[in-house]
């Protein structure tokens, strides 16, 4: 039986962090995204920023956490305080990112990282959690709404590459995570 947690992220997981979103993102986006694109996921640069998550986040209430199975990083939550202009920073916190495996996934590793990541998000003060979904995303969403996640409304669009040649279309849900006190 695996030994199986989830634990702050180390500069030495980087690599492993980029591997499993780059693993994700071709899974669930292979469709849809330029090859190109999600082949960054991989490379030199995306290594060097999940890095940076760890020796130099944004904030002090930034985090990245890790899914570990005995020693293997298999999946990973980026959070931080909600950077959109309806919520507030202080008490709306965002995941960034998460992601598993393909290969580990169904076995329990999302699940522990959003309650890891929203026991974190309590901790540091926040009053609700969001998270960006592209609309295609169904696996996902459909697995945070079991988790108590809804819909609020809120839309976007993202140009990937500044030309309308690659549009995303995401929606957000969030959910009440205590009174932050």
């Given at each position: 039986?695996?030994?199986?947690?989830?634990?702050?992220?180390t500069?030495?997981?980087?690599?492993?962090?980029?591997?499993a979103?780059?693993?994700?993102?071709?899974?669930?986006?292979?469709?849809?995204?330029?090859?190109?694109?999600?082949?960054?996921?991989?490379?030199a640069a995306?290594?060097?920023?999940?890095?940076?998550a760890?020796?130099?986040?944004?904030t002090?209430?930034?985090?990245?956490?890790v899914?570990v199975?005995?020693?293997?990083?298999?999946?990973?939550?980026a959070?931080?305080?909600?950077?959109?202009?309806?919520?507030?920073?202080?008490?709306?916190a965002?995941?960034?990112?998460?992601?598993?495996?393909?290969?580990?996934g169904?076995?329990g590793?999302?699940?522990?990282?959003?309650?890891?990541?929203?026991?974190q998000?309590?901790s540091?003060?926040?009053?609700?959690?969001?998270?960006?979904?592209?609309?295609?995303?169904?696996?996902?969403?459909a697995?945070?709404?079991?988790a108590?996640?809804?819909?609020?409304?809120?839309?976007?669009?993202?140009?990937?590459?500044?030309?309308a040649?690659?549009?995303?279309?995401?929606?957000r849900?969030?959910?009440?995570?205590?009174?932050?006190?």
């Open positions: 039986m695996a030994e199986l947690s989830v634990r702050a992220a500069v030495g997981d980087a690599a492993y962090v980029a591997d979103q780059a693993a994700a993102w071709h899974d669930t986006f292979g469709a849809t995204l330029p090859a190109a694109l999600l082949d960054q996921l991989r490379g995306a290594v060097e920023q999940w890095r940076l760890v020796t130099d986040p944004p002090p209430r930034h985090r990245l956490l899914a199975a005995d020693a293997d990083v298999v999946g990973f939550a959070v931080g305080p909600a950077g959109d202009p309806d919520l507030d920073q202080e008490t709306d965002e995941i960034v990112a998460l992601s598993v495996q393909p290969a580990r169904h076995e590793h999302g699940s522990r990282l959003v309650n890891a990541t929203v026991d998000l309590r540091d003060g926040f009053r609700t959690a969001h998270v960006w979904l592209t609309e295609t995303d169904t696996v996902l969403r697995f945070l709404e079991r108590g996640w809804a819909d609020d409304g809120a839309r976007r669009t993202l140009d990937l590459h500044g030309d040649t690659v549009v995303v279309t995401q929606l849900l969030g959910v009440a995570i205590g009174d932050g006190g």
